[in-house]
């Protein structure tokens, strides 16, 4: 059954940053970082990284390569806590843009058949 959620940025909230978050997460363990190290970077609680890494917060969304390729760049760029605004909000306009947002929000809101990104304004 789907959900209620109207507004783009709730899917956002909901699915999206969870989903970049999890890919951060394993690009990070990937390169040898600490689950530690990588909720410090993060800027998460330590069991929240653990979630990611085991699967069992942030994977109702599987990005397209295009987009995964990009977060793993992306994860390589994260210094401090503005490289991870930055490139999150880098990532998210890049969903926009690909309309994987409109995708998302189509899969998990209930969402009008002729709602789109130009009309609406979500890119």
């Not at 909901?14 to 909720?39: C, N, V, W």
């Not at 917060?57 to 990005?63: A, E, N, S, V």
């Not at 605004?85 to 309309?99: D, G, N, P, W």
């Amino acid at each position: 059954m789907k959900s209620e959620l109207v507004q783009p940025q709730e899917i956002e909230v909901y699915y999206l940053l969870p989903a970049i978050r999890s890919y951060f997460a394993h690009t990070l363990k990937e390169q040898g970082m600490s689950q530690k190290d990588i909720a410090a970077k993060l800027h998460i609680q330590t069991s929240t990284v653990s979630q990611y890494l085991h699967e069992k917060r942030g994977k109702q969304i599987t990005f397209p390569d295009e987009i995964v390729k990009e977060i793993k760049a992306s994860a390589g760029k994260l210094n401090d806590k503005m490289d991870l605004v930055r490139e999150t909000q880098h990532i998210l306009a890049l969903l926009r843009k690909t309309k994987v947002l409109c995708q998302v929000h189509k899969q998990f809101g209930n969402v009008p058949d002729q709602c789109n990104i130009e009309t609406m304004k979500c890119a």
